[in-house]
Structures are given as structure tokens and as C-alpha cells.
């Protein structure tokens, strides 16, 4: 069974960085995208960063791009999200998700939260102005 652990949340300056971490384990860490989505309060859930598998790519969301950075460390079953340049619009709860992906399998939206069946527990991000 797929579980996903995130860390290195905390409380940051408007400006600042930090960076999350988001260790996988129970599966084939390569056969998976791994995906960041956010959560502010009293709103949806929405998309962040994707890293694909199979020389998929990285992807980020418009408001992120340029500041986000996602990497996969494979030897270590983790996925990174640096983030830089930090606002206080990106205060949120940041959960990592992932789904297994068949390399010649169907497509599917990277950017959906329904694309994704697995779930970390999140891990809280306040920026302050």
C-alpha cells in the first residue's frame, strides 16, 4: 500500500523559502507521478507542481511557476518541492499525491486532484507579510 509522508512545513517570511519533502514508500516509486497540491482556508484544493515518471516532465501552475521548483530524488523514494520567493497568498496546507502510470497507458489530468488515489497528510505553510 502507497504511503506518502510530507515534511518541512512551517512559518516563513514573505520573501523567504522553504523546502517539502514528500517520502513514498509501499510501491515502485519510478512507476508514479507525484504531485503537489495546496489548500488555503475556506478554498478548493488546488494543483501545484507535477513530476511525471518515464521522462514525463515537470509541470507547475501558473502562480508558482518561476518560483516552485520540483525534483525527484530516486535513491531515496522522495519527491522535493522547492519553493522560493514565498507570498502570503501561498499560505496553505501542501499535501503530495501520486498515481501509478503506465508508460503507454491512458492520459490522464495531471492537474486534477480526482487523477490521484493516493494522499499524504499535509503539512502547513504560513507566510507572513
Do not use: H
Not at 6 to 29: D, K, M, N, P, Y
Not at 31 to 50: L, T
Request: proline share 2%; hydrophobic share 35%; net charge positive.
Amino acid at each position: 500500500q502507497v504511503r506518502l509522508v510530507e515534511s518541512g512545513g512551517g512559518l516563513v517570511q514573505a520573501g523567504g523559502s522553504l523546502r517539502l519533502s514528500c517520502v513514498f514508500s509501499g510501491s515502485t516509486f519510478g512507476d508514479y507521478a507525484i504531485a503537489w497540491f495546496r489548500q488555503a482556508k475556506g478554498q478548493e484544493r488546488e494543483f501545484v507542481a507535477v513530476s511525471r515518471p518515464f521522462g514525463g516532465g515537470t509541470y507547475y501552475a501558473d502562480s508558482v511557476r518561476d518560483r516552485f521548483t520540483i525534483s525527484r530524488e530516486n535513491a531515496k523514494y522522495t519527491v522535493n518541492l522547492q519553493m522560493n520567493s514565498l507570498k502570503p497568498e501561498d499560505t496553505a496546507v501542501y499535501y503530495c499525491a501520486a498515481r501509478r502510470v503506465q508508460l503507454f497507458g491512458a492520459g490522464y489530468d495531471y492537474a486534477s486532484q480526482t487523477s490521484y488515489d493516493n494522499w499524504g497528510q499535509g503539512t502547513q505553510i504560513i507566510v507572513s507579510s
